[in-house]
């Protein structure tokens, strides 16, 4: 099976997040930005209390807080944080007894995150530097895993379902968005970095995903497609002949 070179994956995800970070208005072959969430079912009135920083750098792919039906005073993990917003976001739910932390590997929105969540006084976040395949978390210490199209980005999903299953407490939910595909890529997309940096080479055929979240000890609840588009021409030509989509999850941890 054709498979992406790691090393040049990382380098190129890490680069384009950069960018991300340092130049939210900038060209991508994604949406960004306040726009983007509005329309993807995100609350105005609690995007409107988020640092708007966090906001302008928003790349994710779909909602979920509806099916996560966060609580007051919860723990939360979000993987692949990025600049912070559905951190601050959740964080916004779970209230000042409850606690967000955010896992990211680039520096750039790491430190973007940190800075924000300082200047506006939120101090029940933390940032924390690692890889969504080994979460620096202990076992069963959260209520709730988030992810926002990012688990498509690496070659070991998983690895990432099963680090998700071990940091819940038994009857925690994963709440995810994220891109798939309805039909198997061609393995030059496969093993094309720059394609899976662009969040396309890296969509697993849905059955699959859904059967790697199941393997790794979680019970699907829930699954729907996003009022997500991709913007460039390679990928809406992807989305339109392999059936590339957005979709949310909810994954519940057995055990109450």
Request: charged letters at 20%; a neutral charge; hydrophobic letters at 40%.
């Given at each position: 099976m054709t498979v992406v070179d790691a090393r040049e994956l990382q380098a190129k995800v890490r680069d384009m997040y950069r960018q991300v970070a340092e130049e939210p208005h900038g060209t991508y072959h994604f949406e960004m930005g306040r726009p983007l969430a509005d329309r993807l079912g995100y609350a105005p009135d609690i995007l409107?209390?988020?640092?708007?920083?966090?906001?302008?750098?928003?790349?994710?792919?779909?909602?979920?807080?509806?099916?996560?039906d966060l609580r007051e005073g919860e723990r939360?993990?979000?993987?692949?944080?990025?600049?912070?917003?559905?951190?601050?976001?959740?964080?916004?739910?779970?209230?000042?007894?409850?606690?967000?932390?955010g896992i990211d590997f680039t520096p750039e929105q790491l430190g973007?995150?940190?800075?924000?969540a300082a200047d506006a006084g939120v101090d029940q976040v933390d940032f924390?530097?690692?890889?969504?395949?080994?979460t620096p978390a202990e076992d069963e210490s959260f209520d709730c895993v988030?992810?926002?199209?990012?688990?498509?980005?690496?070659?070991?999903?998983?690895?990432?379902f099963a680090e998700a299953a071990r940091v819940l407490r038994p009857g925690g939910r994963l709440?995810?968005?994220?891109?798939?595909?309805?039909?198997?890529l061609k393995d030059a997309i496969i093993?094309?970095?720059?394609?899976?940096?662009?969040?396309?080479?890296?969509?697993a055929q849905e059955d699959a995903y859904h059967q790697a979240i199941e393997a790794a000890g979680l019970r699907i609840e829930t699954?729907?497609?996003?009022?997500?588009?991709?913007?460039?021409?390679?990928?809406?030509?992807?989305?339109?002949?392999?059936?590339?989509?957005?979709?949310?999850?909810?994954a519940v941890k057995p055990g109450l």
């Open positions: 409107d209390r988020i640092p708007a920083g966090a906001v302008e750098s928003f790349a994710g792919v779909g909602y979920f807080f509806d099916l996560a939360v993990l979000d993987l692949g944080s990025g600049s912070g917003m559905d951190v601050f976001y959740a964080a916004q739910l779970v209230g000042a007894m409850g606690r967000v932390v973007k995150a940190r800075q924000l924390r530097e690692g890889r969504i395949e080994s988030l992810s926002n199209g990012v688990i498509n980005l690496s070659p070991h999903k998983g690895q990432v709440a995810i968005a994220d891109i798939v595909s309805e039909r198997q093993g094309d970095a720059d394609l899976w940096a662009s969040c396309i080479g890296g969509a699954s729907r497609q996003n009022p997500y588009q991709f913007i460039s021409e390679q990928a809406r030509n992807a989305s339109g002949t392999y059936g590339v989509k957005s979709i949310s999850l909810l």
